[in-house]
């Protein structure tokens, strides 16, 4: 079975410019949330969703917006990068909210 | 929100040793994980464990629900077992909350 899987790998972007990464959950699996991880700290919930409807958003300002499609898949968008946004993006997916299985992550650089 | 404390924060041991990894967490969970987190940033699963005791191998997870806490065992350490282990937990909603993380290092 193919896991979770996102993309790009990595992306290089300017301050200012917006983003969308993009998330493909394992088969069946109807529960996709996204994660933020800095350099040496734990991943940061950012959201998570549920048959296409969200279901719980972390503490992150209104420029991180995402959104899940009828396949499950989903996109997490970031616009008016900042530095500080700079950081490994995880998603996870769950065939019921609980155990939570993640991708290999997107690794942003904001200059 | 609930808090996560893992210890020790950095792990040192020689290939062959073994280990105990401690989590706690501040209030009832109703979901802990445990994940291997390696060099390319992949977060692996160990354990989906909110209660008891499991075995996977070289590897052992237990989780005290009633005392907030779970350990996570490695026996016979190799070196591709260093890196570095989270615990995650969640309470009465579905996101994970995270520890800062053990750093584990196994030399040869």
């Known amino acids: 079975d193919t896991g979770v899987t996102q993309s790009p790998t990595h992306l290089i972007k300017t301050r200012g410019q917006q983003v969308t990464l993009r998330c493909s959950p394992i088969s069946g699996h109807k529960s996709v949330s996204w994660y933020q991880q800095v350099l040496g700290q734990g991943p940061q919930f950012i959201f998570q969703?549920?048959?296409?409807?969200?279901?719980g958003r972390g503490n992150f300002p209104d420029r991180f917006s995402a959104r899940q499609f009828p396949n499950y898949s989903s996109e997490l968008n970031v616009n008016a990068l900042l530095l500080g946004d700079s950081a490994l993006y995880l998603c996870?997916?769950?065939?019921?909210?609980?155990?939570?299985?993640f991708g290999p992550g997107t690794r942003l650089t904001v200059t | 929100g609930i808090q996560v404390e893992q210890s020790p924060p950095d792990l040192i041991l020689q290939e062959g040793a073994n280990s105990t990894l401690r989590c706690n967490f501040s209030?009832?969970?109703?979901?802990l994980q445990w994940f291997h987190q390696n060099p390319w940033g992949q977060l692996i699963n160990l354990f989906y464990?909110?209660?008891g005791t499991k075995q996977n191998g070289r590897l052992s997870a237990t989780t005290v629900a009633t005392e907030r806490y779970s350990l996570l065992y490695i026996s016979s350490s190799q070196t591709t077992d260093s890196g570095v282990y989270f615990c995650?937990?969640?309470?009465?909603?579905?996101?994970?909350?995270f520890g800062a993380g053990t750093t584990v290092t196994v030399r040869a």
């Open positions: 969703y549920y048959e296409k409807e969200e279901r």
């Open positions: 995650a937990v969640s309470s009465n909603d579905y996101k994970l909350s």
């Open positions: 996870a997916s769950s065939s019921t909210g609980y155990e939570q299985y």
């Open positions: 209030d009832s969970v109703n979901n």
């Open positions: 464990i909110p209660s």
